[in-house]
């Protein structure tokens, strides 16, 4: 049977590499683009882009059409899931989409609250056959988020404390997801993916510094002096208090978890921090 492979997010951290790893290995592929998105920049070239936005439900149908593998990323800005992700879903299923590969967050079965929960369980209540990604926090928020601080200022500016994150490389991330939706015994299953190791913020600014060559430091801010400089650099509210609550789960521990699901499913080690650094380098220069 043919599998042809419709990828969300495809400007993004993951929906990217998900594109140009499935490109380059010869699977069929379709690019979900806003229409107004400067996307071909961001997508490798040839690949085939099609209109999608989960705010322009005219978008849904053609999209969907002839497509029976998606790969699911929810945009960070949409938390009102029922209104923008649900109607997406319930149309790619009756379009003909049988499987859904989604990109999910670590813990989510524990947090009915988060997005990424709702999600699932809407896909689960459809019957589609489905895989959760349910990803620890990504090591390139260090090198998109977070990056000006290091570049201009060498410091790592987050408030996370002394809590240790089990950070994850969106590399590998992708290179599940194209296995996961490429070979068959991954039905019905909810994989949590992690590095191979919890660091905290010291350890990383430690690995920035030997990798970089400078002295990078941590200065593990207050929550307030963290939520003021986001502000004042014009980040959307909305957006300043889900990054707290991610640090706030940092600190107090929770975002330690290591799992071998990587290991097991792409039989070798996750990215390092210190190879990631090494990848990224340009962007903190
Ligand atoms: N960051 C982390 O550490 C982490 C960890 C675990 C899970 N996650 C989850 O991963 C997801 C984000 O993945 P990511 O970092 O790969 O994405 P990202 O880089 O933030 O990119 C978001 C993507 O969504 C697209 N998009 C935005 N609004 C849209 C809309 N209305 N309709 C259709 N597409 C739209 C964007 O397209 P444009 O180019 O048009 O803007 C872009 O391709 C979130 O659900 C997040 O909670 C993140």
Redesign the pocket.
């Known amino acids: 049977m043919s599998n042809n492979i419709l990828v969300?997010?495809?400007?993004?951290?993951?929906?990217?590499e998900v594109v140009r790893l499935l490109s380059k290995r010869g699977y069929s592929v379709k690019a979900?683009?806003?229409s107004?998105?400067?996307?071909r920049i961001?997508l490798p070239s040839g690949i085939e882009s099609v209109a999608?936005?989960?705010?322009?439900t005219q978008t849904f149908e053609p999209a969907f059409r002839g497509i029976n593998t998606l790969f699911l990323?929810?945009?960070?800005?949409?938390s009102q899931v029922k209104k923008?992700i649900y109607p997406a879903l319930t149309i790619a299923q009756a379009t003909g989409v049988d499987r859904i590969v989604f990109?999910?967050?670590?813990g989510a079965e524990r947090m009915a609250i988060v997005?990424?929960a709702k999600i699932e369980a809407y896909i689960k209540s459809l019957g589609l056959v489905y895989t959760f990604l349910r990803?620890?926090?990504?090591m390139?928020?260090l090198s998109?988020t977070h990056s000006q601080d290091i570049r201009d200022r060498n410091e790592i500016f987050v408030p996370a404390g002394k809590g240790k994150t089990s950070f994850i490389d969106?590399r590998d991330i992708a290179t599940v997801a194209v296995k996961v939706m490429t070979e068959p015994g991954h039905e019905d299953r909810a994989y949590p993916l992690t590095g191979s190791e919890a660091l905290d913020y010291y350890e990383v600014a430690e690995i920035f510094t030997n990798v970089l060559g400078r002295q990078i430091v941590y200065t593990h801010p207050s929550f307030l002096k963290f939520a003021r400089k986001m502000y004042v650099r014009g980040l959307q509210p909305g957006l300043i208090v889900v990054m707290l609550g991610?640090y706030t789960t940092a600190r107090l521990g929770l975002a330690a978890k290591v799992t071998e699901d990587v290991r097991h499913l792409l039989q070798r080690s996750p990215i390092s921090m210190e190879e990631f650094v090494r990848d990224y380098r340009a962007s903190w220069m």
Do not use: K
Not at 52 to 56: A, H, L, R, Y
Not at 103 to 106: A, F, I, N, V
Not at 135 to 138: D, G, H, I, R
């Open positions: 969300t997010g495809a400007t993004g951290n993951v929906g990217s979900a683009v806003r107004h998105s400067a996307s961001h999608f936005d989960f705010e322009q990323v929810r945009p960070p800005a949409i923008y990109l999910s967050l670590l997005p990424h990803a620890s926090f990504f390139q928020n998109t969106v991610i």
